[in-house]
C-alpha cells in the first residue's frame, strides 16, 4: 500500500561534533561534522497517510508521544506536505530502542527514519543528499544517520548561494580504520536541558565557543587525513579534545550547562588509566552523560570488559552500522 511506509535508522556518534547553527529554522551548522553510524540502539518509524483524518496523531512505542515530541513531528510533516502535491494528516509510530534523550541520538536515529518513511509516504521521490536536506530539519545530527559508516555533514560556507542546498551529509570514503564504540550506560533518564537550547546559549554567551569553533575546523580536516591513513590513535586522540573542548564550551555558558556529571568523570578516568596501561581507547561524550569510547574493533569486546569492572556501568559494543532504510513491501 503505497500510503504506509516503515523506515529504520541507526544513532551516529559524531567524532568531530557538531554544535552551533548558522539558522534555526533550517538548521544550518556553523561547521563541517564527522560521525560514525552504530550498528546498535535502532529506531523504526512507520507512517501511514490518513486522507480526511483531522489531526495527525503520533506514538512512541505505543504510548502516545509527549506534547513537544510530537509537535516536533506534526512540524517535520508539514515541511514533508509543503514538498509534496498532498495534504493528508498522517499517523507515525515509532518504535526506539535507544534511551530517549540520553545523549545517544535519539534523535538523530528517530528524524532520519521519520524522513525515509514519511518520503516515501508521500511520494517526494529523494535522492540520499535530498533525504540529508530532508532528516536534518528534524535534528541536525539526523543528516548524518542517513548513511552507514562514517559520514560527512557539509556546514554551507558563509557565500554559499543555496545555503539549504549545500548543506547534506554524505558517507566518508576512504576510511582505513577497524573502529568499534563502546557505549558505557550511565544514566537513562531525560535530559536536563535540550541540546537546541544549550547549543543556542553556548555560541550566545560562552566566551569559549569562538576558539572552539575554529579548533573544529582543524580538527575535521586533521580527522579525515588520521581515518584515511588508518591511523586511529590520532582520529582518538582528536574526538576526545574536540568533546572536551565542547564541555567546556557549555561549562562556560551563561548560565552553565553540565551533561557530565561524577558518573561520567569516573568513566573519563578509567579511559585515561586503560590508556596509560596501553590500551587504544578515547572517549567522546554529547549532550548527555553517557561516554563512548573508541577503540581497535579487535579489542573492543576486551575494552567494555574492563570498563564494566573497574566502574560497574554497563557497556554495549557497536560496531560501523548501517545506511537507514525502507522495509520492502511495507
Ligand atoms: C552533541 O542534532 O540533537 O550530539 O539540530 O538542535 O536537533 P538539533 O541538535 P542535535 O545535536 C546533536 C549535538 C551533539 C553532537 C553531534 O551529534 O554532532
Known amino acids: 500500500d503505497a500510503s504506509t511506509a516503515v523506515a529504520t535508522a541507526h544513532p551516529n556518534i559524531a567524532l568531530v561534533k557538531y554544535w552551533g547553527k548558522q539558522d534555526e529554522e533550517l538548521v544550518l551548522p556553523l561547521a563541517d561534522s564527522l560521525s560514525m553510524t ?30 513537544e515530541a510530537a509537535r516536533r513531528v506534526v512540524r517535520f510533516l508539514d515541511l514533508v506536505r509543503q514538498r509534496s502535491a498532498c495534504d493528508d494528516r498522517a499517523s507515525v509510530a515509532t518504535r526506539n530502542t535507544v534511551p530517549v534523550g540520553a545523549g545517544l541520538a535519539s534523535s538523530a536515529s528517530g528524524f532520519a527514519a521519520l524522513a525515509l518513511a514519511a518520503a516515501a509516504a508521500y511520494g ?14 528534524g535534528s541536525g545530527s539526523a543528516a548524518r544517520s542517513v548513511f552507514g559508516g562514517f559520514a560527512l555533514w557539509h556546514a554551507p560556507g558563509p557565500h554559499a548561494p543555496d545555503p539549504d542546498a549545500a548543506c547534506y551529509a554524505e558517507p566518508l570514503a576512504g576510511v582505513r580504520v577497524d573502529a568499534a564504540l563502546v557505549v558505557v550506560l550511565l544514566d537513562t533518564g531525560p535530559k536536563s536541558v535540550s541540546s537546541r537550547e544549550a547549543m543556542r546559549r553556548t555560541v550566545a554567551t560562552s566566551p569559549l565557543f569562538p ?120
Request: charged residues 20%; neutral net charge; aromatic residues 4%.
Open 38 to 67: 552504530l550498528d546498535v540502539f535502532p529506531t523504526t518509524t512507520c507512517v501511514t497517510r490518513c486522507p480526511g483524518a483531522p489531526a495527525d496523531t503520533v506514538t512512541m512505542d505505543g504510548r502516545p508521544a509527549s506534547q
Open 124 to 137: 517526494l521521490g529523494l535522492d540520499p543528499a535530498g533525504l540529508s536536506r530532508l532528516a536534518r530539519r
Open 211 to 330: 576558539a572552539w569553533l575554529a579548533a573544529t575546523r582543524l580538527d575535521l580536516r586533521h580527522m579525515r587525513a588520521a581515518l584515511e591513513a588508518g591511523d586511529l590513535a590520532t582520529a582518538g586522540e582528536i574526538a576526545e579534545h574536540n568533546a572536551l573542548g565542547m564541555h567546556a564550551t557549555l561549562e562556560s555558558a551563561d548560565p552553565p550547562v553540565r551533561y557530565l556529571t561524577e558518573q561520567s568523570h569516573r568513566v573519563l578516568e578509567q579511559v585515561r588509566a586503560l590508556r596509560t596501561a596501553g590500551a587504544g581507547c578515547w572517549a567522546t561524550m554529547d549532550a548527555g552523560p553517557n561516554v563512548k569510547v573508541l577503540c581497535p574493533g579487535d579489542q573492543a569486546t576486551r575494552i567494555a570488559e574492563r570498563l564494566t569492572t573497574a566502574t560497574g556501568f554497563p557497556a554495549v559494543v557497536a560496531r560501523p552500522g548501517p545506511a537507514a532504510a525502507l522495509h520492502p513491501g511495507a
